[in-house]
């Protein structure tokens, strides 16, 4: 049913087809639309049986949804950047014990300075942590992605992240297709634990491992997360004979088939920057799009496949390792190892700095003359953070940077 | 022929063993059909306190519940000694997540066990002192806001003894510990700190608080069995005293559990929805010194030069356990 909605709502609507029978919520912005919306819905009834749990901090929220989901309940929650950092510890032990938790992240800047805004430095954090990491372009996709992740999680027993472009996704109004109860009922099956904490059957989950072991242990962790790389398109296609549509696999290209530039990027910028793309190919540029749905496991070989034909590479991210440059870029490059395309990090909109078609374009353009620095930042304004420098080097005791960053530019101030 | 009448004294206190009280009055670990949930074999050390301790409740709590129980265990000694795969000592359905979120994880099970429609399968959190009054106190303490339907037991050995007796905030005064070395001119740990997790239990109004030693078995089953008849959010606090980490024989574990609570250190009480609706009273009072002398943690204290100040202030504590949960009253006396 085709609804107008705000992403969080559509989120909230989706998972609640999905039957959770535990959600545990703690708010941090842009999170909280989904499990407000959620714990409406277990209130008034209309989701049961569920129990809606307001715990005191997310690293609550992942431990209630450990001891739910190894005692065979289907578990959901949702956070976001500081938040998913304050579980994270957590965070590998559901992965650690293989419970197949569903949690959304509305991917938002980690501070300091703190930042309420979107970036993907929350979810890429947490990229070796074990869990099956997919990121929504769309609130359409983000709703849908929600229906597969129970599903893949449950058969491999692993935990899987959705990742969503906080506000810009998460607070944005769109038409999406509404499942319908059916439709999901159809889709995904009962979950059938692999353990489960059962007096008539007792077990112990989550001793310890020596060195005899460990490694196997951890070896099995990344086989199984390799399996996913099997079933998601398998899943995927059958998505779409339930729901009529394409929604989700390993990743999506777009304007590829001869395209010599090739954009790679996850989530929500990706629509900006096919929309440049096209604007581009008008002009005779042969530019296209690579994006990716799955960041872990990351598809390597697809990766490789859809870049095959790219003399060059342009990795758009929303995250920074600092000290070294890019993440999704340092994975696409392990991709083309064997390739001889040039491939370009570019950092862009952290912490909410919004990425402009003009930008992309002139982005693009750069690339295709082969101008481009193996990592640049896009829209920085270096003489802003000149100023930053300066005052450090006549002042012992400068200050705070961000403070001083803020002073030089004014009150003006240019997002 | 002469004929001497035997005389049991002490009637009534338990003392003299099981086999003067009728069935129904006897310890669950004198039944035959014990569960043995902590099952012979584990690695603690002799004397273990904390191994009693986990054994007389799971135990009972399994009585109480007709073998109806799954247990959270946080990262400690009790975890480790109690496990590494593919051993293990628990008879019952038992999951050990991290140091600092067994509240948390047990919350998460009883809400499961509501939503599958079994809500006769009850759920005990479990740990030690470093788990439950440091680390995991956040979790705790949401734990107990919510009233979800969690025993929390916690094992209270005073000290981080998994990792090498280091201080926590159950460590008394005066202790010894790797982080409060016996030296300078205030040895061992400082005064004025450190947290009762029982009285903050209390303060969160839930159904049900009481603390207990591993001295005394009937009153820590009676106690635990009382708890599992109760929904809500529980907390039991048992001293379970740890040779390694106390510098006791190993031997004297049962004997410094009772000396704590008879020299008013250690208050045995029971709480209900925030208030003392009971104490164990204290049988023969004892000076603290009878507590710390025995052990190696306090030896700073003794010697050719006792530390009468240091002595003087852990006694004043006892007095003021003793004058604030009525330790010394008649009517104190656990019913």
Redesign the interface.
Known sequence: MLKQMEGSRAVAEAVALCRPEVICAYPISPQTHIVEALGELVKEGALTPCEFINVESEFAAMSVAIGSSAAGARTYTATASQGLLFMAEAVYNASGLGLPIVMTVANRAIGAPINIWNDHSDALSQRDSGWIQLFAETNQEALDLHIQAFRLGEELSLPVMVCMDGFILTHAYERVDMPTQGQVDAYLPRFEPRQILDPTDPVSIGAMVGPEAFMEVRYLAHVKQMQALELIPKYAAEFKEVFGRNTGGLLHTYQAEDADTMIVAMGSVLGTIKDTVDELREAGHRVGVLGLTLFRPFPTAAVAAALAGAKRVVVVEKSLAVGLGGIVATNVRMALANSPAHVFTVVAGLGGRAITMKALRELFLKAEREELDALSFLDLNLELAGKGLELELVKRRSGPLAENLLRAAGPARNY | MSHQPVKFYQTGTFTVGNRLLGEEDRSVQARGDRSNALNSGHRACQGCGEALGARYAIDAAMAATL????A?NATGCL??FS???PE?S?????????F??TA??????????????KSD?RVIAQGGDGGTTDIGF??L??MF??NDDVLYICYDNEGYMNTGVQRSSATPAAARTATTAAVGPEPGNVFGQGKFVPAIAMAHEIPYVATATVADLHDLEAKVTKAMSIHGARYIHILVPCPLGWGSASHDTIRLARLAKETGLFPVFEAEYGEQKSALAIRRQVPVEEFLRPQKRFAHLFGAKPNVQSLARIQAQANRNIRKYGLLQEEGIHA
């Open positions: 073998g109806r129980m799954v959270a975890e480790v496990t590494p795969y293990t628990w008879q019952i359905p038992w999951i050990h997540s991290l600092g979120n948390a994880v047990a919350t998460g099970i009883a809400a499961a066990m509501k939503v599958k429609g399968v956040g979790c303490s949401g806001e919510r």
